[in-house]
């Protein structure tokens, strides 16, 4: 059984930094893709960055483009998340995901963690 662990979360100010991490378990690398994707209250959940193991191909939100780094360590079967020059529309739950393809629509993971809150105030 694979499972996803977000840990990281919390309240921060405008301007400040946070970084989540994904730690997997279950199976090594179970799919060569790692996303992180945040739902605000009343949203859709949208996507926001993902890595391929393999590679390290990156692709990122508009809305986060230069803010925000993913990265992983094979080592540890984790990958996370850096978020620098945090804003308040940033605040929502995020949630890291496994699936196969560098993919921008939540229906093409198909593993999940319970995510992890992040809250920026003014």
């Known amino acids: 059984q694979v499972q996803l662990v977000e840990a990281g979360g919390g309240l921060v100010q405008a301007g400040g930094s946070l970084r989540l991490s994904c730690a997997t378990s279950?199976?090594?690398?179970?799919?060569?893709?790692m996303g992180w994707f945040r739902q605000a209250p009343g949203k859709e959940r949208e996507f926001v960055a993902a890595?391929?193991?393999?590679?390290?191909?990156?692709e990122y939100a508009d809305s986060v483009r230069g803010r925000f780094t993913i990265s992983g360590d094979n080592a540890k079967n984790t990958v996370y998340l850096q978020m620098n020059s945090l804003k308040p529309e940033d605040t929502a739950l995020y949630y890291c995901?496994?699936?196969?393809?560098?993919?921008?629509?939540?229906?093409?993971?198909?593993?999940w963690g319970q995510g992890t809150q992040v809250t920026v105030s003014l």
């Open positions: 995901a496994a699936g196969y393809p560098m993919a921008v629509l939540p229906r093409a993971y198909d593993f």
């Open positions: 279950g199976r090594t690398f179970p799919r060569p893709v």
């Open positions: 890595i391929r193991w393999a590679s390290t191909y990156t």
